[in-house]
């Protein structure tokens, strides 16, 4: 696991395409293009791998520069969302990375090096310190919430308008949660099946996405909640975001070595082995003879 895993669907053009060359292919043009490209090439190259930068360093030393600057700057902001401070964090880990690979060598070079490392340093403690007082504030807002959330009267000039849930059909009487350690595709699967059995349709399950993440998955809902517009979108990123590159070759492995246990029905050992094969991501092709 790296030490500062970067996200880089929050990275800018000029930030993927560093990312992209780093790793010793030729950027695409696009940014949606991009950010497939990373996605892939991650998969293959991890960043905590890449120990080197080949390029001009003093074009590199000015670019860090400036992005320092404009680290420093979103950080002063007063009026930081998550969605700002997860994109604070990104380039923080992403510039923690690029000065890790540079290898000074002249006294001028080494001076301006420490210079940035201090100066990043220092912007590090104070985006840990902005997400410290964000979930703070999280807190006490949780503390503060009406204890009931079923039933509500919402009030206008010359208008009553009663809401009334059924408290057995919601989000919240599912009593699941993910919070980024645990299997992504057992979470989704177990999601869906609870929804389809209490019908709750798509639209009301991504009406009430928050409630399912805690932890570590609570910050990254909150990071990407306004990039998606429905339930197939943010589950689409969900698994982009948690399933392991190799998951289909675990799976596949777990699948060949997996026996029927001396004491277990075969009903239930070929329902666990169909379960297995409908999560692989590609399918089996069976070849007729």
């Known amino acids: ?63 860090i520069a400036d992005k320092l600057v404009e680290l420093s700057k979103l950080t002063a902001d007063a009026r930081l969302s998550l969605k700002n401070l997860n994109r604070i964090q990104a380039l923080s880990n992403h510039l923690f990375h690029r000065l890790g690979r540079l290898q000074p060598t002249t006294p001028d070079d080494c001076e301006l090096y420490t210079e940035l490392n201090k100066k990043h340093t220092v912007i590090t403690q104070r985006v840990d310190n902005l997400f410290r007082l964000y979930k703070s504030s999280q807190d006490l807002q949780d503390e503060d919430e009406p204890s009931s959330k079923h039933e509500s009267t919402h009030t206008q000039v010359g208008q009553v308008v009663n809401v009334s849930c059924n408290r057995n059909k919601g989000v919240h009487t599912l009593n699941l949660k993910f919070n980024g350690k645990t299997s992504v595709v057992a979470f989704i699967e177990r999601l869906e099946e609870l929804c389809q059995s ?19 998955a609570s910050f990254w809902y909150r990071g990407v909640c306004n ?54 991501r590609k399918q089996l092709v069976t070849k007729n003879s």
């Open 1 to 63: 696991m790296e030490e500062k895993p970067i996200v880089f669907h929050l990275l800018h053009k000029d930030e993927l395409i560093y990312e992209v060359k780093i790793r010793g292919e030729q950027p695409v043009d696009s940014y949606p293009g991009l950010k497939t490209q990373i996605r892939e090439l991650a998969n293959k190259i991890p960043t905590d791998e890449i120990d080197s930068f080949l390029g001009d360093l003093s074009v590199e030393f000015q670019c």
């Open 198 to 216: 209490r019908h709750i349709s798509n639209d009301e399950l991504f009406a009430s996405a928050i409630e399912l993440f805690i932890e570590e």
């Open 227 to 280: 990039e998606v517009r429905g339930w197939s979108d943010l589950k689409k990123l969900l698994l982009e975001e948690y399933l392991p590159f190799d998951f289909d070759y675990r799976l596949m492995q777990e699948i060949r070595t997996r026996t029927q246990g001396p004491e277990e029905n075969i009903t239930i050992y070929l329902s666990i082995m169909k379960i297995y094969f409908n999560r692989l």
